[in-house]
């Protein structure tokens, strides 16, 4: 919905405001009074797979012009869909379910979209009132099994129920710290009747989400950056959740202070900024990893300071004083205490701390950084992101990847599965713009990136999606694949297919003597005693099967032209699988419970530290 229609729905309802509303009736059931709020919150699309206890709604849904269903081939992939729909648009996502297995199929995009603070709302269908808790056919407790992993969640206990717990869904999922929140509807109350009132009166006592920072916490934050002699900004996925980009870059040229931006903030601050070290964390930059290590001021932004950029806790930026804001108050100090808490939305801080900085600075307080800016440099001089070519002579993953980039550009929409390829899509591609690069980064979540893009390209159609996957988690949600074909999503799909679980086998040749232990897939063609084994499944056959475009690339001559190729169809999806080296690595690498101090290049080269900064 454009934001005149938004304005004008919201007007009117604001003019019926307490009044029933009906076609022609004050009655409405309750699987009408859903489909009539979904359409009054300005829900455009639902993906969702109809079952017993919810398809009563999916009857009134038959009926709406205003909101899409979109038929998913697993419930799975209707919460990712719904994940990247919300990701790349920055409106609520809505998935719907069934009872029992349809509900419980989505907990892992629940789970996914709570660590990663994605803004969705997930129905599901539930058995009817008089059998909770006998044990009925497809009966699960989903609200009691999703009351770790949502925002909030409401089982609906009767008709007039519905457009209240349903607003309020929407209000909590869109609000403060983003995040999923179900409703649980049983099926006799979608079948019963009653009056439809719209707006409904939202009644959420004690949720007061604090988005203004307070003024003296701004005014210390300001203080301890003009005399910081090696600050980093270190800026997390909040900054995006915040809309905050804008105000993050005139923070940090106003400053001149360097960026490091974590895996959920890739696009938060362009790339080819000067003032941006890349992304830190266990496969970071070394420049971002180590300017993070030996700063004495860290300005955490959106951020919660996660185990994946810190290393070993305690041996963390250990000479650092910290700024930590976020809108959420249970992550100031969680992992890291903070000198200077600040509660609030990430854009009013900075819309905040910009002046008083500003003041600071003209009263002649302001530490000159040309000294950590020349250390910095010389690390990203002497550590650059960089790989080999495989010397088999086989396709190398992290080449495929940066052409990709290239060739697309960047305006192009990224997702990725978790793995190697989620590591080389975060270092060698250039993110320029912000929402440009989605992926399961909290939880890790293998299967997210085909749906994910679905879902991207429902919610942003104009726009150019790349799936980037592993072997492995395409095999786990490329049923959608289906779904896309049918429903018209052109995405396009890279399978960066090493023929292993490549992230594992990674580990195992470092960790575990090479004992490559239930990780190779099968999938590339292979030769035994003079017979060949086929691959299993062919990705071109089963594309082809789907209803996409399937290629193949196995040489680095046609990789060019390959994606170009790819580039030119529009009509359909296409899969691309990418025939690579299965000994590739991704480097730099901090183990599992390391210190980053420890951060291990390719050639094992540690940084160091020029102490006279």
Known sequence: ????????????????????????????????????????????????????????????????????????????????????????????????????????????????????????????????????????FQEADISGITLPITKHNFLVQSVEEVPQALAEAFHLAATGRPGPVLVDIPKDVLQLSAPFVWPPKMDLPGYHPVTRPHGKQIREAARLIAGARRPVLYVGGGVLKGHATRQLAELAELTGIPVVTTLMARGAFPDSHRQNLGMPGMHGNVSAVT?????????????????????????????????????????????????????????????????????????????????????????????????????????????????????????????????????????FISYENPYTWLNSGGAGTMGYSVPAAMGAKVGRPDTLVWAIDGDGCFQMTNQELATCAIEGIPIKVAVINNGNLGMVRQWQTLLYDQRYSQTELGTHTKSHSGATTERIPDFVKLADAY????????????????????????????VVDFTVGKDAMVWPMVAAGASNDEIQTARDIRPTFDTGV
Not at 551 to 565: G, N, S
């Open 291 to 427: 300017a993070l290590q030996k700063s004495d001021l860290l300005i955490a932004l959106g951020t919660r300071f996660d185990d994946r950029v810190t290393g070993r806790l305690d041996t963390f930026a250990p000479g650092a004083a910290v700024i930590h804001a976020d809108i959420d108050p249970a992550e100031i100090g969680k992992n890291r205490a903070a000198d200077v808490p600040i509660v609030g939305d990430v854009r009013e801080v900075l819309l905040e701390l910009a002046p008083v900085l500003q003041a600071e600075f003209d009263n002649g307080n302001r530490t000159d950084l040309t000294g950590w800016w020349r250390q910095i440099d010389q690390w990203r001089d002497t550590y650059p992101l960089g790989y080999d070519d495989p010397a088999d002579g086989s396709l190398s993953p992290q080449y495929v990847i940066e052409r990709l980039g290239r060739i697309a550009g960047p305006e192009t929409i990224f997702t990725a599965g978790v793995g190697q390829h989620q590591m080389w899509a975060a270092q």
């Open 547 to 574: 209803g996409c475009v399937g290629l193949r690339c196995e040489t680095k001559a046609d990789v060019d032209a390959t994606i170009e190729k790819a580039m030119a169809i529009d009509d359909r999806p296409v």
């Open 1 to 136: 919905m454009t934001h005149t229609a938004s304005h004008t729905a919201s007007h009117a309802d604001s003019q019926n405001a307490g009044r029933p509303v009906g076609a022609g009736t004050s009655e409405l059931t309750g699987a009408q009074a859903l489909v009539r709020t979904l359409e009054h919150v300005g829900v455009d699309v639902v993906f969702g797979i109809p079952g017993g206890a919810i398809l009563p709604a999916y009857d009134p849904l038959y009926d709406s012009t205003k909101v899409r269903h979109i038929l998913v081939r697993h419930e799975q992939g209707a919460g990712h869909a719904a994940t990247g729909y919300a990701q790349a648009t920055g409106r609520v996502g809505v998935c719907m379910a069934t009872s029992g297995p349809g509900a419980t199929n989505l907990v892992t995009p629940i789970a996914d979209a709570y660590m990663d603070s994605v803004p969705m709302v997930a129905i599901t269908g539930q058995v009817g009132r008089p059998m909770i808790g006998t044990d009925a």
